[in-house]
């Protein structure tokens, strides 16, 4: 029986703010992509990787931050500008849409 704490017999850890994905976002006909931070929202992102992306209220009230998610999957922490048929066609508000998979790809493009 190997030690359950011995090195290299587990899954590697994560260390907080240490990179665990990425995310992609396309912007006026640009394309940027940045490693993921924890708790880091799309918007948030979209703003480290240099890009000017839409915003207004960063409370999930105004739908300005609407984007389509392309790949991947986000889940918003709040919406109260989105239709169920927008969120059913993929759209989030980036400002309130954290990453549910490694990767995430958005456009505003759409």
């Known amino acids: 029986m190997t030690d359950p704490q011995a090195p290299g017999s587990g899954a590697a850890v994560t260390e907080p703010g240490e990179a665990q994905g990425t995310i992609t976002i396309k912007l006026d006909g640009q ?34 931050c609407m984007a389509l998610v392309t790949d991947g999957a986000a889940t918003m922490r709040v919406n109260d500008a989105l239709t169920e048929d927008e969120v059913a066609d993929g759209y989030v508000l980036t400002c309130q849409a954290v990453p549910d998979t490694t990767s995430v790809s958005v456009t505003y493009d759409d």
């Open 31 to 64: 394309t940027a992509s940045v490693s993921t931070r924890p708790g880091e929202t799309l918007l948030e992102s979209a703003r480290r990787a240099g890009m000017g992306p839409p915003f207004s209220c960063e409370a999930g009230n105004c739908g300005t």
